[in-house]
Structures are given as C-alpha cells and as structure tokens.
C-alpha cells in the first residue's frame, strides 16, 4: 500500500515537464512542476534547478520569477560547482581533516582496537584509529559520536535561553540543510557542524531552537533568531564560505547545505 497526500476533490494531478530559459545571455534548464499549489518556489539540489508552479500560470510569469531570483539561482549553482570539485577524501594514515574549526590528524595504529581521540605532540588532535578496520567508516562513527556529544549540551543552553526545555536532538546527513525542526520529533542537525567553528554551529543550533517558537521565516523569527545570536549574519556568510571547502568524507557528501 502506498500512503501519500491527499488530493482536493476534482484537482489535476502535479505534473513534471523539461524546460529552459535564457538568463544573462546564457541557457538555464529546469524541472516545472506543476500542482494545485497558489504560489511560485524554486529549488536547487543534487538533481539541478526546479520550479514549483500553479497549474495554469503562464509561462511568461514563471520566466519573471526565474529572471527576479537570477542572483540567487548563480550562487546556488556557484555552491553545486564547487562542491562537486572537492576530492573524495583519503581515510588514510596522516590524512588532516577539520574538527571544529582546526585541523585535526587521522592516525592508524597497528592492533588498536577503539578509536581514540588523542593530541599529537605538534599540538594537533588526533584520532587513532586501528588498521584492522574501515578507517573511513570509523571515521565517521567518530566524528558523529563527537557531533552528538558537543551540540548535545549547546541545543540545552539555546533552548534555556529561549525559556524552552531541552528536545530531543538527532543528527543528519540532508543534502542542503545545516538543520531542521519539528515540534514532534525535535531538532536535527548535520553531522558535518563538527567539522567548522563552535560559534558557527551555534549560529545553526540557535536557528533551529528559534522555530520552536516562529515555524517560518518571518521578521517575527528572525528578531528571536537577534535575540539568541546577536551576530547571526556575520555567522551565516561565514558558514556559507566555509562549507564550500568540507571535505567529502562520506561518498553522499556531494553538496554544501543550503544557506539559513
């Protein structure tokens, strides 16, 4: 059985077609989808440019908004570019990787049998990681078992400052978003906060906490958004830039997420 949304009563059914228009002199191919829904949306992921639109809007309208949102459109596609072009990372002995805003050292350490977080005697952390094991799969085990244990206590301080008990935090591997919230099921961030500043993860988990209140992004949200980190813009072109040159540790890992 296949659950899904239901229908309104005597509505067309969404429809997906193949379409292109020129935008600064140069040719932009896109997916209409075409529903039920009253108002324009536009998205850019793995699979390249959607536009969500109402059944009969015509053409012309869905060429304006494309034309309006054209800056927007070239820095999402700038983003896809650049993150396709990082190399896969080598889970390999010495490798360097960031680990909250600093690099960090994967070592591989004949017969261990746990991985250990240590520091070299550079100053440097490192993990030590056995050569009996999938170092890239520890590798991530490591880093998400990291992510849960520093952002753990930071969802408890913004949701405190909000006036807020703590909820349930999990963690995600999204394509295009640093985070999410549900008032169900709590907060979701990216394991891949592990990897930038602490002050940058905490732009994101700030972010999150405020939908607890405001599920939007109206000027009600962001003025909550000012009260919990007054320095959130400075903060989200940080995150911006800095995501553009993660690491692509885990083979999904083929995107930057999306700007908050």
């Not at 536009?42 to 059944?55: E, F």
């Not at 570019?81 to 990082?86: D, F, I, L, P, Q």
């Not at 360097?96 to 070592?107: C, K, Q, S, Y």
């Not at 930071?154 to 978003?177: H, I, K």
Request: some cysteine; glycine content about 6%; charged content about 30%.
């Amino acid at each position: 059985m296949i659950f899904g949304l239901k229908r309104r009563r005597g509505s067309a059914p969404a429809s997906v077609e193949q379409a292109s228009v020129e935008l600064a002199g140069r040719r932009l191919d896109y997916r209409l989808r075409r529903s039920a829904r009253r108002t324009l949306a536009l998205r850019v992921d793995h699979r390249g440019v959607q536009v969500s639109a109402p059944q009969r809007l015509p053409e012309a309208e869905i060429e304006a908004f494309l034309l309006a949102n054209h800056g927007w459109l070239e820095r999402k596609l700038g983003d896809l570019r650049s993150a396709a072009s990082v190399a896969a990372f080598e889970a390999v002995d010495g490798a360097l990787f960031p680990l909250e805003g600093r690099p960090a050292r994967l070592v591989v350490v004949p017969g261990r049998r746990r991985a250990c977080w240590s520091v070299g005697e550079d100053g440097v952390e490192e993990l030590w990681l056995g050569d009996g094991v999938d170092t890239r799969a520890a590798l991530l085990r490591a880093l998400k078992a990291r992510a849960t244990e520093r952002f753990t206590p930071r969802l408890a301080e913004y949701c405190a400052r909000l006036g807020r008990a703590p909820v349930p935090l999990r963690l995600t591997s999204a394509r295009t978003r640093w985070g999410s919230c549900s008032t169900r099921s709590g907060i979701r961030l990216h394991w891949r906060l592990i990897h930038v500043a602490p002050a940058l993860a905490d732009y994101v988990i700030a972010h999150e906490v405020a939908h607890l209140a405001e599920m939007n992004h109206s000027p009600r949200f962001w003025q909550i958004v000012e009260a919990l980190y007054p320095n959130w813009r400075e903060a989200r072109r940080a995150l911006a830039e800095v995501a553009r040159t993660l690491p692509a540790i885990d083979a999904r890992d083929t995107l930057a997420p999306e700007d908050m």
